[in-house]
């Protein structure tokens, strides 16, 4: 989160370079990944993070970007749908591991 956004001296804010490579390289590997799902409704987002060093981090600093980017590749049909998260710090595997998952209106678990 800390790296989204940058201020000019003016005030107006603007999608940070990093952020927009981010973005970018994440448009790629959602595309490459998913083959066209697309959850509707409610759904369940599950991060499973391995931290790059040792320094002190937030992980729910996380879960904004992730969930704009799922809108952003139409994985899921708004952010606004996501009712359920969690997240856990892991000592080995992919960076960032994202599993998403469909919810009934009641909270049940409706993977497609």
Known sequence: MNRLWRTTKGG???IS???ANWK???QWLIKSQTKNAKILGP??????VVAPDKRHRDIDNLFKAIN???QLTGVVENDK???WIEGRWVKNGNP???IIEG????GEQNIP
């Open 12 to 14: 107006k804010m603007y």
């Open 17 to 19: 370079k990093q952020y």
């Open 24 to 26: 970018s390289e994440c």
């Open 43 to 48: 759904y369940k987002l599950t991060l499973l």
């Open 68 to 70: 704009d980017i799922l």
């Open 81 to 83: 749908f996501c009712h």
């Open 96 to 98: 960032c591991t994202v």
């Open 103 to 106: 919810i009934s209106q009641s």
